[in-house]
C-alpha cells in the first residue's frame, strides 16, 4: 500500500522559515517524480513544487520561487520542502504528492499557519 | 501559465440523475509525444485529500467506479457522473500536466438536490 505522511507544519510568524517532511512507503520511491501541492483554508488546490526521481530536475511556481527549496534522499524515502521567509499567504495545507504526469497518491497533509 | 476554467461552480444533482462538469484549458494541453491530453480529473470529499478519478482525460484509474467516465479533447473537456450516489458528494478538480506549472480548476462543488 503506498503511504505518505507529512510532518512539520506549525503556526510561525511572518518571515519565519520552516521545513517540511514526507516519508514515502509502499512503492519503489526512487523511481517517482514528487511534487507538494497546498490548499489554504477553504480553497482550491494549488501546485509548489516538483523534483524528478533523480532530483536532476526541479520546479517552482513563481510566487515561492526564490524562497523554498524542495529536495529529497532517495536512501531515506523522504522528500522536503525547505520554507524560508513565510508570508501569510503561505498559510495552507501542504500534501506531499506522488506524480505519474497527474497526481495518483497525495498524503493527508501538514498545516502550516502563518500568522502575527 | 495555463488557466484551466471549470464549470459549473457548484450544481445540485438528485440522487440517481446525471452530473456533469466542464472544464476549459486556455491552451491545448495535447501531449503529441504522448499523443493524449494532459488532463487529470480529481474528487475531494470533505476533510480528505484529493483522489485521482481520471487521467489522459478519459482513462479511468484503477478502482473507480464506472459511473464515473471523462471525456473531451484540446482544450475542451468533461467530466460526468451517470448515476449520482451519496458518496459522490465533493469538489471535483480539473488539471493539466501538459506543463510547468501544473494548474487546476477552481472547483466544481457537488451536493444532492
Known amino acids: 500500500e503506498v503511504r505518505l505522511v507529512e510532518s512539520g507544519g506549525a503556526l510561525v510568524q511572518p518571515g519565519e522559515s520552516l521545513r517540511l517532511s514526507c516519508v514515502a512507503s509502499?512503492?519503489?520511491?526512487?523511481?517517482?517524480?514528487m511534487n507538494w501541492v497546498r490548499q489554504a483554508p477553504g480553497k482550491g488546490l494549488e501546485w509548489v513544487s516538483y523534483?524528478?526521481?533523480?532530483?536532476?530536475?526541479?520546479k517552482y511556481r513563481d510566487s515561492v520561487q526564490g524562497r523554498f527549496t524542495i529536495s529529497r534522499d532517495n536512501t531515506k524515502n523522504s522528500l522536503y520542502l525547505h520554507m524560508n521567509s513565510l508570508r501569510v499567504e503561505d498559510t495552507a495545507l501542504y500534501y506531499c504528492?506522488?506524480?505519474?504526469?497527474?497526481?495518483?497518491?497525495w498524503g493527508q497533509g501538514s498545516l502550516v499557519t502563518v500568522s502575527s | 501559465d495555463i488557466v484551466m476554467t471549470q464549470s459549473p461552480d457548484s450544481l445540485a444533482v438528485s440522487l440517481g440523475e446525471r452530473a456533469t462538469i466542464n472544464c476549459k484549458s486556455s491552451?491545448?494541453?495535447?501531449?503529441?509525444?504522448?499523443?493524449?491530453?494532459?488532463l487529470a480529473w480529481y474528487q475531494q470529499r470533505p476533510g480528505q485529500p484529493p483522489k485521482l478519478l481520471i487521467h489522459?482525460?478519459?482513462t479511468r484509474q484503477s478502482g473507480v467506479p464506472d459511473r464515473f467516465s471523462g471525456s473531451g479533447s484540446g482544450t475542451d473537456f468533461t467530466l460526468t457522473i451517470s448515476s449520482l450516489q451519496a458518496e459522490d458528494v465533493a469538489v471535483y478538480y480539473c488539471?493539466?500536466?501538459?506543463?510547468?506549472?501544473?494548474?487546476f480548476g477552481q472547483g466544481t462543488k457537488v451536493e444532492i438536490k
Open positions: 504528492v506522488r506524480s505519474i504526469g497527474a497526481i495518483d497518491y
Open positions: 509502499g512503492f519503489i520511491f526512487s523511481n517517482y517524480g
Open positions: 523534483i524528478r526521481n533523480d532530483a536532476n530536475l526541479i
Open positions: 491552451q491545448s494541453v495535447f501531449s503529441s509525444s504522448d499523443s493524449k491530453d494532459s
Open positions: 489522459w482525460a478519459s
Open positions: 488539471q493539466q500536466y501538459y506543463n510547468m506549472p501544473r494548474t
